[in-house]
Each structure stands twice: as structure tokens, then as C-alpha cells.
């Protein structure tokens, strides 16, 4: 399975993915990026632990990693078709107040058009902090759209 992109070989060097097995995280990337565009999403690979779209709205890697991490990886494409077609369905929903969460990155973690966004502060001093959606299949950034 080949993707137009250089996934890292590692995940990223943050306590939250620190749960996710090493040796199975290129794999995870080419196939999570794979799924995402079958199901229709406009989508290439950001940087570790995210997948950027088009239209500027960046999609963590995190909550699918998680409900991952302890599978089987032959069940890997089958969960991963499931959840890329479920959030390609979610992006028709509508987003409420309660959807809507703040996320606090790195800097260098996100890209730079992003920054020039809205939704985005800096919060302290190499730290930015962003506006999410956080819907059961999903978290993304914000998008006028969604306000």
C-alpha cells in the first residue's frame, strides 16, 4: 500500500501516543490516510499523528490510535474503513456548543496556514492553542462552517 507521503517511523514523541506500538505505526499512517481518502476525504499527511485536508482542517490520529493500539492488525483496514466512512458522514452533521473543545499544541505541531486562522492563539510562548470539534468518530479543527 503506497501513499504520497513520508509517514514517520515512529509515533510522535509525546506522552499521548506512548501507548502505541512502535513497530506498527508506518503501517497505521499509509492505512489510516488510505481509508480516509476512499471514504471520499481530501486528505495527505500533515505530520505525526495528524492528517491535513484541502480546505485547512487538520484530523488528530489520536482517538483512532487509541481505539487501535490493543487490536488485532489483520482487524486494522476493516476498523479503519468503518471509521473514515463514519466521519465522512459526521462532517454533514450539525455542530453544537457542546461539540466544541480546546486543544493546546506544540508549535511546529500544526501547519503554518493554520495559524492564520481564527481559531488559533498563541497561549504561551511555544504553545498554540486551537478551537476543535470533538464528535464521537472524530476530532478537527474548527471551520467557519461549523460556527
Not at 17 to 32: G, L, S, V
Not at 67 to 79: M, S, V
Not at 136 to 142: D, G, K, Q
Amino acid at each position: 500500500m503506497a501513499a504520497d507521503f513520508e509517514p514517520t517511523t515512529t509515533p510522535p514523541q509525546s506522552a499521548e501516543f506512548a501507548f502505541f506500538p512502535a513497530e506498527h505505526w508506518e503501517r497505521f499512517c499509509e492505512t489510516a490516510l488510505v481509508q480516509a481518502r476512499m471514504a471520499g476525504l481530501d486528505v495527505h499527511f500533515g505530520g505525526p499523528g495528524r492528517l491535513d485536508s484541502s480546505d485547512g482542517i487538520v484530523y488528530s490520529l489520536l482517538p483512532l490510535a487509541k481505539r487501535l493500539a490493543d487490536r488485532d492488525i489483520a482487524t486494522w483496514d476493516e476498523a479503519l474503513e468503518a471509521h473514515f466512512e463514519e466521519m465522512a458522514d459526521s462532517l454533514n452533521e450539525p455542530v453544537g456548543p457542546q461539540h466544541l473543545r480546546v486543544r493546546l499544541m506544540a508549535a511546529g505541531s500544526m501547519p503554518p496556514e493554520a495559524l492564520d486562522t481564527p481559531f488559533w492563539t498563541e497561549f504561551a510562548p511555544g504553545i498554540w492553542a486551537c478551537l476543535v470539534v470533538e464528535l464521537p468518530t472524530l476530532i478537527r479543527t474548527v471551520t467557519p462552517d461549523d460556527l
